[in-house]
């Protein structure tokens, strides 16, 4: 079974600092891809980064960067430059081959100005 | 653009009662899924379908029922309500299996949904 793990139910990051939200995942076949997408408090779900397995850079969009790390089933989102738009929920997502995703619990972020 | 239209975006229901929650996407999209979304527990997958007249279980179907009759439409069906089905339900679409692509899940807005 596919398994998405999310140990940080909230994080604090200062302003215009960098912030790393963790994600580990779980599963046995070889081709997947990884999301990360942001919940802000209106509640609508923004696709904001994607991995396939078989990619071999780390993914960046804009200010979004993953670290994957295949051998140790990791796939950290890292946010540079912290700003205040970005307090959210986070949720770190798989998709096996030809199934629909599955979600991590989620990190709640919070932007301290 | 469209995208992921569901309907209603809030409703409330008392035990018992039955209704269907609306879901249409205007992308031609093959793949289409509901979601529940707990506090604390992320967003668990109810019911799928990889295209018309396809549709598979997901993590948490009990309570549920979805079809698929055309391309463009997946509502989902509470046949007798329970306060445990309190929750929000997110409708996603994807043109393809998104292993192999860059192409993300679509969500609709969600449909905030209490059971009295």
């Known amino acids: 079974a596919q398994k998405i793990t999310q140990t940080q139910p909230g994080m604090f990051v200062q302003e215009k600092e960098a912030v790393t939200l963790d994600c580990t995942y779980d599963t046995s076949d070889p081709s997947y891809g990884l999301f990360w997408y942001k919940q802000p408090s209106s509640g609508e779900m923004i696709f904001l980064i994607y991995q396939g397995s078989y990619d071999q850079q780390n993914a960046t969009e804009g200010r979004y960067s993953l670290n994957f790390q295949k051998a140790r089933k990791s796939a950290n989102l890292v946010i540079s430059a912290s700003q205040l738009g970005d307090s959210a929920m986070y949720f770190c997502?798989?998709?096996?081959?030809?199934?629909?995703?599955?979600f991590g619990k989620g990190t709640r972020l919070s932007v301290i100005a | 653009n469209a995208g992921v239209t569901q309907t209603p975006k809030f409703q409330v229901l008392k035990t018992g009662q039955s209704m269907t929650l609306q879901c249409a996407q205007d992308m031609n999209h093959e793949y289409m899924s509901w979601y529940r979304q707990d506090p604390g527990m992320g967003l668990r997958l109810i019911h799928y379908?990889?295209?018309?007249?396809?549709?598979d279980q997901g993590e948490v179907p009990n309570g549920y029922n979805v079809s698929r009759s055309t391309t463009e439409d997946f509502p989902l069906r509470l046949l007798s309500a329970a306060p445990s089905q309190t929750s929000v339900y997110f409708c996603?679409?994807?043109?393809?299996?998104?292993?192999?692509?860059?192409?993300?899940?679509?969500f609709g807005d969600g449909t905030r949904l209490s059971i009295l």
């Open positions: 997502a798989m998709s096996p081959r030809n199934t629909p995703l599955v």
């Open positions: 379908s990889v295209g018309a007249g396809i549709t």
């Open positions: 996603a679409s994807s043109s393809y299996g998104t292993v192999t692509s860059n192409q993300p899940q679509h």
